[in-house]
């Protein structure tokens, strides 16, 4: 499964595509950054852990409820992992999944979660249409402007303050995209953007 995303005018393209062993040193490279593992649940410290990672991201897609996709970008011949994409939480006939996400250090600011939050989105619902998904949540805790960004920019317009509770130690927002809703920022309802970013970062 691969789901490729154009080039920019100055940007290369990417392709999402499941996690691969040969992914793991790339990986624990990206979790040295500490503001990624401040937003994950489960930093990776080693290739010991990343490896294991990796092969659970394996077993989500075989069980079909978990979709981790490593994202790359695309030079020519060559790929270059820099982010991660993620739909968790699906059940047949249940309507809604979650979304999640993290960019590398050195890749973030030129669209790479967006655009691949954007590939992933259209592709969970098509993919899971007949099996009744019609709405994809994003929460991020309060002090995380970036991901609050990046949720307004593909179309999960702000729903409602989540209040704090572990391993959250800040209330979070809860984001929201509806099937068929338009992807474009435009598409969001004034009422659908995030209040006022408070507090520093951390996310769920
Ligand atoms: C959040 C994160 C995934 C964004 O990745 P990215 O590839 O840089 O995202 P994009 O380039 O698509 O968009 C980021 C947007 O946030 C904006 N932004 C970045 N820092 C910001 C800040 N402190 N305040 C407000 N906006 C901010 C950028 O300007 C950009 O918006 P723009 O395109 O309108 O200029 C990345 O910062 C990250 O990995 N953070 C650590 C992990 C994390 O927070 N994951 C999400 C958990 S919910």
């Known amino acids: 499964m691969t789901l490729p995303v154009p ?28 503001v990624l593992r401040s937003h994950t649940r489960h930093p990776l410290r080693d290739a010991t852990e990343a490896r294991r990672w990796v092969i659970r991201a394996g077993q989500g897609w075989a069980a079909g409820r978990r979709f981790s996709f490593a994202v790359c970008e695309v030079t020519g011949t060559s790929e270059r992992l820099v982010a991660h994409v993620l739909l968790k939480e699906v059940v047949p006939g249940r309507p809604d999944a979650e979304v999640g996400y993290w ?9 790479v979660a967006s655009r691949a939050l954007e590939a992933l989105s259209d592709w969970a619902f098509t993919r899971f249409a007949a099996a009744g998904l019609t709405r994809l949540e994003l929460l991020h805790q309060i002090d995380n402007p970036a991901s609050c960004r990046v949720a307004e920019k593909t179309g999960y317009a702000f729903v409602e303050v989540l209040p704090a509770r572990p391993p ?35 996310a769920r």
Do not use: I, K, Y
Request: charged content about 20%; overall charge positive.
């Open 7 to 34: 080039a920019t005018g100055s940007t290369p393209a990417l392709v999402l595509r499941p996690w691969r062993a040969d992914d793991v040193e790339a990986l624990v490279a990206a979790h040295r950054d500490p």
């Open 103 to 111: 960019t590398a250090a050195d890749a973030r600011g030129r669209g």
């Open 168 to 202: 959250w130690p800040l209330d979070g927002h809860r984001h929201v995209r509806l099937r068929r809703t338009p992807p474009a920022s435009t598409a969001a309802p004034a009422s659908g953007r995030c209040p006022a970013p408070a507090v520093p970062s951390t």
